[in-house]
């Protein structure tokens, strides 16, 4: 297994660089899978091709804010990484503003196309994207600019795309995530609860046992007669309105929406989650359906 590193860094302070250490949450990580002790996210399939494998962050740089997003190069892997606005797929022609890095070349990618080609990588190497609030973002290697844009006025992701079996470790960020509340410590009874956010319930789930193919999350939301107002099935089968969303093997950052379920603002729910093996957690929240002030 190759291995490759991976930092963003980000400042909100003028002029002066300021680093602190956050976990990258990964969402949408299709053939990947993260190991979030080692700070390392990998891919498990060997396709030979750009755009079968990827993941996008939670974490967001906001679009009044500076940061950048750096590979150190290992030697060998091959993958492709920058900023995006969106998560579309696990393409490298829908990170916006990107670096492929391969063995034998390296491309600078803005939009969908490339803007120009460089010589090989060299072991140690620094790839950097960095965005100024207002400004430019600029595409460096070793610190020197060798592409610029114009910021855009959004907020940006991570966003990876892989070509075959290599792993990205020593991953680093001073980007904001989500605050997401494990399942794993909610047992019933339990005299504690969480808040939605944004019409979102947002759990790490964790499967510690083998799946032959990423699986639907198996879950139910109860309300406070106990009758079920959402629930899915590991196949997919779900009750009117319940999201649908993949696990594999691992820590899973979910965002749930429950958006088309009818909850009613400021009411306690109870969801249910199951693993592999039908053993059962817990988790009691207060639905909102707008952002906490």
Not at 5 to 24: H, M, P, W
Request: with cysteine; proline share 3%; net charge negative.
């Amino acid at each position: 297994m190759r291995t490759l590193s991976l930092l963003l860094l980000a400042c909100c302070l003028v002029g002066v660089k300021a680093y602190s250490q956050l976990d990258i949450v990964w969402s949408n990580m299709v053939h990947t899978y993260a190991i979030p002790s080692e700070d390392t996210i990998c891919c498990d399939t060997n396709a030979g091709a750009w755009g079968h494998a990827g993941a996008f962050s939670l974490n967001m740089l906001p679009d009044a804010s500076d940061g950048y997003v750096q590979l150190t190069y290992q030697g060998s892997g091959e993958i492709a990484f920058g900023f995006s606005d969106k998560d579309i797929d696990q393409d490298i022609k829908t990170i916006d503003y990107g670096f492929e890095v391969t063995p034998s070349i390296v491309k600078v990618w803005i939009n969908g196309s490339v803007k120009s080609t460089l010589s090989a990588p060299r072991t140690n190497d620094v790839y950097t994207i960095d965005k100024v609030s207002g400004g430019n973002i600029d595409l460096k290697v070793n610190q020197v600019s060798v592409h610029s844009e114009t910021a855009p006025s959004t907020d940006l992701h991570i966003d990876a795309s892989f070509y075959d079996d290599d792993c990205i470790g020593g991953l680093e960020t001073d980007v904001e995530g989500p605050q997401i509340p494990s399942a794993r410590p909610f047992k019933l009874p339990s005299a504690g609860f969480y808040r939605t956010y944004e019409k979102l319930l947002r759990v790490e789930f964790v499967e510690e046992y083998q799946l032959d193919d990423a699986k639907y999350l198996t879950y139910k939301i109860y309300d406070d007669n106990n009758d079920v107002v959402a629930s899915v099935t590991e196949g997919g089968v779900t009750a009117a309105g319940s999201d649908l969303q993949l696990v594999q093997r691992g820590e899973n950052y979910i965002e749930l929406s429950l958006a088309s379920l009818g909850l009613s603002n400021g009411e306690i729910y109870l969801a249910e989650f199951e693993n592999r093996k039908q053993e059962k957690v817990y988790l009691r929240f207060v639905y909102e359906a707008d952002m906490p002030n």
